[in-house]
C-alpha cells in the first residue's frame, strides 16, 4: 500500500522548496540596516523556510521533513547547474539583459557549494532539534522548541556558510556578518511564532496529525525511510 500524504503537506513542501530557491536569488543583492550592517537580500525570505521547516517537523515528523528537506536541496542544485548552462549559451544579438542576467545566475562554486551545505546541515539541524525536544518535552512548549532549534540550524548555516564563502574577509568583520545575520533571522521567526504557533494547530486539527519520533533513525542520509 502506497503512503498517502495531505494536500496541506505537499503545499508546505513546495513552499519550503520555492522558499530556498528564491532566497539564493536574493541573495545576490546585499543591502544595509545602517551602522555598518549589510545583509544579503536572503534573509527578507530564507526564516521563512525555517518556519516552513518548524511546521513539517512539529506536524509530520522528522522523516517526512528530511524527505522535504533532500528534496530542496535537489531542486536548488538543479536551479544552480542549470543556471549555469544558461549562463553560458550565447546571448541573442539584439538582447542587451545578459549582464544582468550573468550576474544574477552565475555563482562562484565555492560559493553554491557553501550555500548548499549550510542549507542541508542548517536544516536538518533544525529539524532534528525540533524533533528531539517535542519528545523530551511531550509535545508541550512549542515555542520554545522552535527558537531554540531554528536558533541551532541558523547559527549552523551561517558558520559553514560565511567562512566558505568570504574566505580571506577579516575575522573580525565575518564574526559581525555572522552575528548579524543569526541575530536577523531569529528575531524575524520570533515575531512570527503567533502566527506559526496558529498554523501548526490549525494544519494539526486540519489533518488530525500529530506525530512523536520515537525510535526513528536520525540518519540524515536514510531518505527512504519516510
Known amino acids: 500500500m502506497k503512503e498517502k500524504y495531505s494536500t496541506t503537506f505537499l503545499l508546505m513542501a513546495v513552499a519550503f522548496t520555492v522558499c530556498l530557491i528564491i532566497s539564493n536569488l536574493f541573495a545576490t543583492k546585499v543591502f544595509s540596516l545602517g551602522w555598518g550592517i549589510n545583509l544579503p537580500g536572503a534573509v527578507i525570505i530564507f526564516p521563512i523556510s525555517y518556519i516552513l521547516n518548524d511546521c513539517l517537523t512539529e506536524v509530520w515528523g522528522y522523516r517526512k521533513a528530511r524527505l522535504v528537506i533532500w528534496t530542496a536541496f535537489?531542486?536548488?542544485?538543479?536551479?544552480?547547474?542549470?543556471?549555469?548552462?544558461?549562463?553560458?549559451?550565447?546571448?541573442?544579438?539584439?538582447w542587451?539583459?545578459?549582464e544582468h542576467f550573468d550576474y544574477v545566475f552565475t555563482m562562484a562554486p565555492r560559493v553554491a557549494l557553501a550555500s548548499l551545505l549550510a542549507f542541508l546541515?542548517?536544516?536538518?539541524?533544525?529539524?532534528?532539534?525540533?524533533s528531539k525536544m517535542k519528545v523530551a518535552d511531550k509535545g508541550r512548549n512549542f515555542g520554545v522548541r522552535a527558537i531554540v532549534?531554528?536558533?541551532?540550524?541558523?547559527?549552523?548555516?551561517?558558520?559553514?556558510?560565511?567562512?566558505?564563502?568570504?574566505?580571506?574577509?577579516?575575522?573580525?568583520?565575518?564574526?559581525?556578518?555572522m552575528l548579524a545575520q543569526v541575530t536577523f533571522k531569529v528575531l524575524y521567526e520570533i515575531v512570527a511564532l503567533p502566527l506559526t504557533a496558529y498554523v501548526v494547530r490549525v494544519v494539526k486539527r486540519y489533518d488530525n496529525t500529530d506525530v512523536f519520533d520515537e525510535g526513528i533513525s536520525y540518519n540524515p542520509f536514510k531518505v527512504r525511510d519516510i
Open 96 to 98: 542587451d539583459g545578459g
Open 149 to 177: 532549534s531554528s536558533l541551532a540550524g541558523e547559527f549552523v548555516d551561517s558558520l559553514i556558510f560565511m567562512p566558505l564563502a568570504f574566505i580571506g574577509t577579516p575575522f573580525k568583520v565575518l564574526a559581525t556578518m
Open 74 to 94: 535537489a531542486a536548488n542544485f538543479a536551479v544552480v547547474i542549470l543556471g549555469q548552462l544558461v549562463v553560458w549559451l550565447p546571448a541573442a544579438s539584439f
Open 121 to 130: 546541515a542548517g536544516s536538518t539541524l533544525n529539524a532534528l532539534v525540533l
